[in-house]
Nanobody
Framework: QVQLVESGGGLVEPGGSLSLSCAAS????????MGWYRQAPGKQRELVAS???????KYGDSAKGRFTITRDIAKDTVYLQMNSLEPEDTAVYYC?????????????WGQGTQVTVSS
């Protein structure tokens, strides 16, 4: 069983920066995708950024050019550096880990961390 613990959310002014981290504990399958999704009130959950066990990175359209995802293999931790934050970035940010097992993938989710961008 894998557990994900997020940290780093909070309140920031427009144009500011925040860094989120997500630490995974437990036995993680060797092939996986780990990343961040977000969900704003009244909207669907959307991909922010993800990184695979082979360091392939994908960004959602809202994150391109402003956010950076990295990972620390030794710590089983993924980081999301968010710059130039806008009020539209306000949402609950969820860490996600997908184990790409055969025949079926297994999804894990963190509890979510609130990010609020407001003056």
């Amino acid at each position: 069983q894998v557990q994900l613990v997020e940290s780093g959310g909070g309140l920031v002014e427009p144009g500011g920066s925040l860094s989120l981290s997500c630490a995974a504990s437990g036995s993680i399958f060797r092939i996986y995708v780990m990343g961040w999704y977000r969900q704003a009130p009244g909207k669907q959950r959307e991909l922010v950024a993800s990184i695979t066990s082979r360091d392939s990175i994908k960004y959602g359209d809202s994150a391109k050019g402003r956010f950076t995802i990295t990972r620390d293999i030794a710590k089983d931790t993924v980081y999301l550096q968010m710059n130039s934050l806008e009020p539209e970035d306000t949402a609950v940010y969820y860490c996600n880990l997908v184990e790409l097992r055969i025949p079926a993938r297994i999804d894990y989710w963190g509890q979510g961390t609130q990010v609020t961008v407001s003056s």
